[in-house]
């Protein structure tokens, strides 16, 4: 089965609220292995909505929309679906009932307005709204199903999982379900890992293979259908098992996991701890450590040192040195490292030196240049990055590199590329 989604508002078109409505159904259709062809937002315009709905019915026999359904006059939504289901809407003195005893319950007074809601397609399969006034309702369009729920989320959601997607489900018994597999990388651009994992992109048609580019990194999705999740699960093993030969010093985790907490958990595993010099990352590194749940038991502490002054009064790092090398330069950088270590006892530290912009680079040091210094007790060494972008994109991608950095060092791998 192939569905639409339809979002209703003209509040989502002027940016005023975020369509999460269409992304969590999406998944939800997905689960259940109908294909979702597409999603679109359409303001509170009566014209407009039919030409949307009009056309999705067209093209899919399942249409959701979410939004337009409450009781003010810019919500036509139900006006719009009798017309093309070619039925007259049909006042439920029960539905009227209901809503005016949900006021009296809170205690509110009841907007003679609210009564539109009561108001269905005719022959319209009604859906409960057990958290708000606005009952949903699906309606036969042609030889499609429309299902019209509110906009509210936590409205939308409770109804869809009651009733439409049991009535949806029951249109395809024993249907196959999608499921898709999510592989995190970093430290590699999207160019090069398309040129590494073309062949397999291009080949495979089930799981298909989907790229995504993002400020931590770039995702590798796998989307397997199959008639069960373990059958689905086994087509995604394989071709995931291909791309970690192909990419196997990128791939840091899977589907929600973030650099930070698998960091957490490697130095945990270990028994590690560690400590934090940070300059042009001003303690974003520190801040995205300490955000994951436990990270006391192995982050020790995380020092700011912007100043050149503060450099040398908390990690030692002669004044000569900064000023003969330079306060972003792979010397300062271990120095850095160095002193945190021994200041904090952590098994394991880090510094950043850089310039983030936008003013202060040179053509010997432009905006952008980055030194990272790592110490341990087997030695220290630093290493050059080089961002672009605004001043906030430098500093997170210092911090995903820095964190990437450690991950590798720990791991025992190659600390770049």
């Known amino acids: 089965m192939n569905a639409e ?42 014209k407009r909505i039919e030409t949307a709905l009009k ?15 409450g009781p003010t006059v810019d919500d036509v ?9 070619g039925k007259t809407l049909v006042y439920h003195e029960n539905i009227a009932k209901e809503i005016e005893a949900r006021f009296n319950r809170m205690k509110l007074p009841f907007p003679k307005a609210n009564l539109n809601q009561a108001f269905i397609p005719q022959g319209a399969t009604i859906i409960p709204n057990p958290v708000g006034t ?45 499921k898709s597999r999510v592989y995190r990388t970093t430290g590699i651009s999207e160019s090069h890992l398309n040129e590494i994992i073309r062949d397999i992109f291009e080949k495979s048609t089930n799981p298909t293979v989907g790229v995504l580019a993002h400020k931590e990194g770039v995702d590798v999705r796998l989307t397997a259908k199959a008639a069960t999740e373990q059958d689905a699960d086994k ?32 130095l945990m595993t270990r028994s590690l701890s560690l400590a934090l010099a940070e300059s042009c990352t001003g ?18 502490a995380g020092y700011v040192s912007y100043s050149n002054e503060a450099k040398t009064d908390l990690f030692g790092v002669d004044s000569y040195l ?22 904090s006892g952590a098994s394991l530290a880090l510094s950043t030196t850089g310039i983030a912009g936008p003013d202060g680079g040179s053509p010997e040091k432009p905006v952008g240049l980055v030194w990272m210094g790592i110490s341990d007790e087997s030695g220290s060494q630093a290493l050059e990055f080089r961002f672009f972008g605004s ?22 791998m190659s600390l770049k590329g």
Request: aromatic share 6%; glycine share 12%.
């Open 322 to 343: 900064i000023k003969s090398k330079g306060a972003v330069s792979p010397e300062v950088a271990v120095k850095m490292a160095e002193g945190a270590l021994k200041r």
């Open 5 to 46: 989604i339809v979002a209703i508002g003209t509040e989502l078109l002027l940016g005023q609220s975020v369509d999460t409505n269409s992304a969590w159904l999406a998944k939800e259709l997905a689960q259940m292995g109908i294909d979702l062809y597409s999603f679109q937002a359409v303001g509170d315009n009566e």
């Open 391 to 412: 001043r906030d994109n430098i500093q997170f991608r210092a911090s995903q590199s820095a964190l990437e950095m450690l991950r590798r060092h720990v791991l025992g």
């Open 55 to 69: 056309g999705a019915c067209e093209r899919c026999p399942i249409v959701l929309t979410t939004g337009g359904l």
């Open 283 to 300: 303690g974003l590194i520190a801040h995205r450590i300490t955000r994951v749940p436990g990270s006391s038991k192995y982050f020790k």
């Open 77 to 85: 939504t139900r006006k719009v679906a009798a017309k093309l289901a």
């Open 134 to 178: 606005a009952p949903g309702f699906i309606v036969k369009v042609g030889k499609g199903h429309l299902a019209c729920m509110p906009g509210v989320p936590a409205e939308m959601k409770a109804m869809f999982e009651a009733t439409v997607k049991p009535f949806l489900a029951g249109l395809n018994p024993g249907g196959s379900l999608i």
């Open 235 to 266: 087509l995604l093993d394989g071709l995931g098992k291909n791309l970690t030969q192909l990419l196997p010093n990128y791939i840091y985790g899977l589907d929600q996991d973030d650099l930070e907490a698998i960091l957490g958990r490697i």
